[in-house]
């Protein structure tokens, strides 16, 4: 009995932690696909577009500024290619800091009320939402803190460490 109660714990730490490291390997293949994107020019050269507009709780917490690359807006998710880059404008207004990625999935039926149900790097993704602005789809989306700690969690959609001007 001893021995069966052993082999069950040790299958339930390994599948446990299955799906943990394989999350951890696809968060590094993230930052390794966007460590070039530190350099702002990097990202504008390669079709990521500023929405211009530092998002922001009024408590503090914040999202930064959203450089989408519109070419990859669609129904498929790749961790090496995230549709949505995260930058923190800097304190003395020169320049941007990436903090972030956000992995959007355009919905597929653009209906409001029903979910895809997709689960992203271990999560649901949240949606589905309407466009943030114009032209832009009906959405799900899974924010990424993978060059900023977020003191709630890596992937909560807002994170307090950083900031809006």
Known sequence: MRKMMLALLT?????GLVPAAAADSRLAAARAATA????????????YVSTVECVA??????????FIKPALLDTTLDVRQPEVLLYEPRA?????RLVGVEYLQVDSDQDLSTSDGTIFLGQPLVGPMPGHG????IHQE???WVWRHNPAGMFAEFNAAVRCP
């Open 134 to 137: 114009p032209g832009m789809p």
């Open 57 to 66: 709780l009024p408590g503090g917490e914040a999202m930064g500024v959203h």
């Open 142 to 144: 899974l924010h990424v």
């Open 11 to 15: 299958l339930l730490l390994v599948v």
């Open 92 to 96: 003395n207004g020169k320049g941007f």
């Open 36 to 47: 070039r994107y530190h350099d702002i020019d990097a990202a504008l050269a390669d079709g």
